[in-house]
């Protein structure tokens, strides 16, 4: 079992920056794959971005390209997301995800934490 709980969601305002964090619980992190999502309202929810369980490999969606970075400190059993430039369309719930031995560019996930809100405003 693991649990995932997200943080740094705040109201920011666009071309703005923030950093997210997903904490896991367990002894096994190094193991998964772990995967950031978004679920913006009335939207399906939209996969961001992906870190291999080896931490060598990252994957993001085209939205997110090149503003976005993922990246994982093992000994934290933390995944972080920074988020830069960015725009009104990025406003959503973001959702970390995590796959046992998942593939990078897989949006399939055994674990998925609760959220944290991300606003962005003009």
């Known amino acids: 079992q693991v649990q995932l709980v997200e943080s740094g969601g705040e109201l920011v305002q666009a071309g703005g920056s923030l950093r997210l964090s997903c904490a896991a619980s367990?002894?096994?992190?190094?193991?998964?794959?772990m995967r950031w999502f978004r679920q913006a309202p009335g939207k399906e929810r939209e996969f961001v971005a992906s870190?291999?369980?080896?931490?060598?490999?990252?994957y993001y969606a085209d939205s997110v390209k090149g503003r976005f970075a993922i990246s994982r400190d093992n000994a934290k059993n933390t995944v972080y997301l920074q988020m830069n430039s960015l725009k009104l369309e990025d406003t959503a719930v973001y959702y970390c995800?995590?796959?046992?031995?998942?593939?990078?560019?897989?949006?399939?996930?055994?674990?998925r934490g609760q959220g944290t809100q991300v606003t962005v405003s003009a």
């Open positions: 995800a995590a796959k046992l031995y998942g593939i990078v560019s897989g949006v399939d996930f055994d674990y």
């Open positions: 367990g002894r096994t992190f190094s193991r998964y794959s």
């Open positions: 870190i291999m369980w080896t931490g060598s490999t990252t």
